[in-house]
């Protein structure tokens, strides 16, 4: 998204799910917002992307996926993977 919308990206941590998250892996991303047929949805991910609640959301998903790398208790994960998969669900 960062790359879409001329953003620098912003430094990753290094989990086991996020291999394509890798900036490597957008450098032949040929979008952009900046081309004409993509104003509309341009302005709605900008729009989305700064709302509280996707922000709240994101906040919560991430912080579940850092548990999960390091949570041992399987009824925690089970928990952590319920609620994560609603975020998911919810967008």
């Known amino acids: 998204m960062d790359k879409f919308l001329g953003?620098?990206?912003?430094?990753?941590?290094?989990?086991?799910?996020?291999?394509?998250?890798q900036e490597s892996f957008?450098?032949?991303?040929?979008y952009s917002q900046q081309q004409a047929e993509l104003?509309?949805?341009?302005?709605?991910l900008v729009e989305l992307l700064s709302s509280d609640l996707f922000k709240i959301r994101k906040d919560r998903y991430i912080a579940i996926q850092q548990r999960l790398a390091t949570?041992?208790?399987q009824e925690t994960r089970r928990y952590l993977l319920k609620e994560?998969?609603?975020l998911e669900e919810r967008f």
């Open 39 to 44: 104003q509309d949805f341009s302005h709605w």
């Open 84 to 86: 994560a998969h609603q």
């Open 26 to 30: 957008t450098d032949q991303f040929p």
């Open 71 to 73: 949570e041992d208790d």
């Open 7 to 21: 953003n620098p990206a912003p430094p990753m941590a290094k989990y086991e799910w996020s291999n394509l998250a």
